[in-house]
């Protein structure tokens, strides 16, 4: 999957990362900007504790 975002429109969308001129569903355009992809879960992120005064 991969997430677009088209610019005449101004919205975005998850379209399948197969089709090699992937366009926008609502106004056709081939012009899809910030292809963000992801093969894997983003890793949590720990927060840090806070250190314990005397």
Do not use: F, W
């Not at 429109?9 to 963000?36: A, D, F, I, T």
Request: charged share 10%; with cysteine.
């Amino acid at each position: 999957m991969v997430v677009v975002g088209c610019p005449q429109c101004l919205m975005y969308v998850m379209l399948s990362g197969e089709e090699k001129q992937p366009k926008c569903p609502r106004c056709k355009s081939p012009v899809l900007l910030l292809h963000l992809t992801s093969s894997a879960p983003p890793q949590p992120t720990q927060a840090a504790t806070p250190s314990p005064t005397s």
